[in-house]
């Protein structure tokens, strides 16, 4: 069955995208949403048999490459961690399709069906990098992911600004795309295959070096996809798409492909300090940096996307401090909120045509009481406050931080502090006091239709519930998560942990995190419209003017260079080399055609001429010919 998953977003892309001019809307709708809830269907089958089986046989449809040095297999895999993906990604996307047939209601039947043609081959392409059984078989759904946030992000291509959005998130994703492609070519050369099984059996057979080096150009990958400093700003202008394409890239798809490489290729970061290192401190600089910048934002997508960024540092500390099932559990728990926190946001969007400032919000709670409540057990999930889903997940990957090294769980919890303050700065401006819009808007403030609100109450339910598959024994649960993933990935580093330090470390993350809100609500219930920003704080709200430096070192000298190229090298160079060529020939004909006169004394002379030249030529040719003789 494993291979009918991928198969049903794939024909919902093939009928959509073909007859997107001739099917209805409400049958594209039904086509788009129906081949991922089967995918989902059959994605929980599998999951229960692996649950209750251990993993599936690998099933190899054909041989994708044959050549002397090696062999790939087209192969999927459905194990304990592929088997989790799989529920994510099929799930989280059913709902977000769901979503979008009201949202995107208002799209030409064309542009809708086209809409959801992009939205089923995301789905297929993520679906195809989970259950590849190798890492070739991965790299294609990775590069399938990629094109497909090209095509949504610049869904709307009518508007410059999205195409350069969707351009620098496809460049962007190259850079490190290169890093992976280069750490599979190394694996193949020192062992001649690509197999996951057969790769972390044989890793004895590699050196330290190339280990490290396998495993560090791996990562540049997972920083492009899952955006890590210095690859993390094409995130936040990919909020350009349309905003279910926000949620189904931030929470199901895409950042999380770099999470699911790193925990699939634990076997080999496991023997690498230096790789795990590296991990580490991107993560908590990542979480950090962006946090600080989502504090200053007034876009209310910006904020969230700013927050992924900081969510998936969280991530990667998680993976870099040795915590797999921990970094895989967020993933989970991040999926849910924050496709709560995106789709809540889309429904305000919605609710004021278009509005994305949040200083042009406000009082939304009276007149969008379910989208309020949502959004707000978003918050609180994504804040880290107990029972909500963030706290569990966040909790193990700081726990098992500060067993490594403290300075790790210092600044995490700092950056636990600083989301719990930026998201109920979001909460406080956009939901409370009063509206700030326009008298028309507010006149047609209503809440939005089923199709929205009811996966958000799904979304909200499972924000509320979902930490509680990998409960801790301090806390008297099992670590269920932890004991199910544990054939696949490698025990947490979480040694020397009592349950009395745990209550500790817990009680204090969440009591900064419950300090933030605090502030962030009696800042912002007070005084709820939000300033222009002053000294410090405007360079915040301008990203630290990264894009700028970046833009200044990188894009602006290789855009010299290039029209340097262009007009020097290509246009007076080569093209000037080869247009005058023609020019010389035309030149000469002209210069040639002035003796084809007509007048015979002419052509009688030019006779002459030519005689004589060619009896020059051959009586020297004989007095040469001679000469050689001689000497022979």
């Not at 081959?121 to 992911?145: C, D, H, K, P, Q």
């Not at 010389?584 to 002419?602: D, K, M």
């Amino acid at each position: 069955m494993m291979y009918l998953i991928p198969l049903f977003p794939l024909i919902g892309f093939l009928l959509n995208g073909l007859f997107r001019k001739s099917l209805s809307k409400s049958l594209i709708g039904i086509i788009g949403s129906g081949t991922i809830l089967a995918s989902f269907i059959v994605s929980c089958i599998l999951f229960f048999n692996v649950k209750s089986g251990g993993a599936l046989p690998v099933q190899p449809l054909f041989q994708f490459i044959n050549i002397s040095s090696f062999k790939i297999d087209f192969a999927f895999q459905v194990d304990q961690l592929s088997s989790l993906f799989l529920l994510i990604i099929t799930g989280i996307g059913f709902l977000i399709h769901v979503y979008s047939t009201s949202y995107m209601h208002d799209e030409k039947e064309e542009h809708f069906a086209r809409y959801f043609a992009y939205l089923n081959l995301f789905v297929f392409s993520m679906l195809l990098l989970v259950l590849g059984a190798n890492y070739v078989i991965m790299f294609i759904g990775w590069e399938g992911v990629g094109l497909c946030s090209y095509l949504l992000i610049g869904f709307w291509f009518k508007n410059d600004s999205y195409n350069y959005a969707a351009k620098k998130a496809f460049i962007m994703n190259r850079i490190g795309d290169l890093g992976f492609l280069l750490g599979i070519f190394w694996l193949l050369s020192k062992l001649g295959t690509a197999n996951y099984n057969d790769v972390f059996a044989n890793v004895h057979q590699l050196s330290s070096t190339d280990i490290t080096g396998i495993t560090v150009l791996l990562f540049i990958g997972a920083m492009g996809k899952s955006a890590q400093i210095p690859l993390y700003t094409w995130l936040p202008d990919a909020m350009a798409g349309p905003t279910p394409v926000s949620a189904l890239i931030h929470a199901a798809t895409m950042v999380t492909a770099g999470i699911y490489m790193v925990a699939r290729s634990n076997a080999l970061y496991s023997l690498s300090a230096v790789a795990e290192n590296l991990i580490a401190i991107i993560g908590i600089a990542t979480a950090l940096f962006a946090a600080t910048i989502a504090i200053k934002q007034n876009d209310i997508k910006k904020v969230l996307a700013y927050s992924t960024v900081s969510q998936l540092g969280y991530m990667f500390l998680g993976l870099g401090v040795g915590a797999y099932t921990g970094s895989v559990f967020h993933v989970m728990t991040h999926a849910f909120f924050k496709a709560l926190l995106f789709l809540g946001a889309g429904s305000v969007i919605h609710a004021i045509h278009n509005q994305q400032d949040m200083r042009y919000m406000g009082g939304l709670k009276k007149y969008m009481p379910v989208t309020h409540i949502t959004f707000l057990i978003g918050c609180l999930a994504i804040s880290g406050i107990p029972p909500f889903s963030g706290f569990f997940s966040k909790d193990e990957i700081l726990a098992a931080a500060y067993s490594v090294n403290p300075v790790y769980w210092v600044l995490g919890v700092i950056g636990a502090g600083m989301t719990a303050f930026y998201m109920f700065r979001l909460y406080a401006t956009t939901f409370l006091g009063e509206f700030r819009g326009t008298e028309e808007q507010k006149h047609h403030l209503h809440e939005s239709p089923l199709a929205i609100t009811i996966p958000l109450f799904i979304l909200a339910i499972l924000a509320v519930i979902g930490g509680f598959v990998n409960v801790p024994e301090a806390f008297g649960g099992n670590a269920s998560l932890h004991k199910f993933l544990s054939p696949v990935l490698k025990t947490e580093n979480v040694q020397g942990l009592t349950s009395s330090k745990d209550y500790m470390l817990m009680g204090v993350s969440g009591g900064v995190a419950l300090l933030g809100i605090i502030i962030a609500l009696a800042k912002y219930i007070k005084k709820p419209e939000l300033n222009e920003a002053t000294g410090l704080g405007k360079v915040v709200a301008n990203k630290w003017y990264v894009d700028e430096i970046y833009d200044a070192i990188i894009v602006n000298p290789l855009t010299y260079l290039g029209v340097f190229f262009k007009n020097v090298i290509e246009k007076s160079g080569i093209d000037g080399f080869v247009n005058g060529v023609g020019t010389f020939i035309q030149y000469s004909s002209r210069r040639l055609r002035l003796v084809q006169n007509g007048r015979v004394g002419t052509y009688i002379l030019m006779m002459v001429f030519s005689l004589v030249v060619l009896f020059v030529i051959f009586w020297n040719q004989t007095i040469i010919i001679n000469f050689f003789q001689k000497i022979f």
